[in-house]
């Protein structure tokens, strides 16, 4: 929304903006009861979300946590807690763009430089179903398309590898 509204500025510079460049407030507009709804509701179940997704990890990819015997639990949960919350604004910002250009660039050279891309792909890939499962369905339509762009940027290299 915000880097819609910016461009909106940028490109009615001197000018009345159409309907057609409007049309996407109304549609947020819209839209804003169930995001802050969503946004609330990933807060309240947040830790269960992660707690969800490590055990689900630790069953399915017992050693992905733990490279040469390193527990790397307690960073994960701290850097998915981060990304969640990330996305849980993002849903209520409805703000991809954003999204990308203040934190998941930037976090996505951090977790190459980790090589921690498979971690990612493998941890938001889950994450999307433990959303469906612990969410309802108008909350999860909103945030699983978010942990995807989150799963693409983040584990990248790992998809391809």
Known sequence: ??????????????????????????????????????????????????????????ISHPKLLLPKGEDLQGKWKQDTLRVLRHSAMTVLLDDTELLKQQFLYWFQTIMQAFGAQEVCNITYLIMQDVVKALLPKNVADLLCPILEINRDLLGAQAKSL
């Open 1 to 58: 929304m915000l880097s819609k509204l910016q461009q909106l500025g940028m490109n009615a510079d001197g000018r009345y903006a159409s309907d057609a460049e409007l049309q996407f407030m109304e549609t947020y507009i819209n839209s804003f009861d169930s995001r802050v709804e969503a946004y609330i509701r990933i807060k309240e179940v947040e830790k269960e979300i992660v707690e969800t997704v490590l055990k689900k990890l630790r």
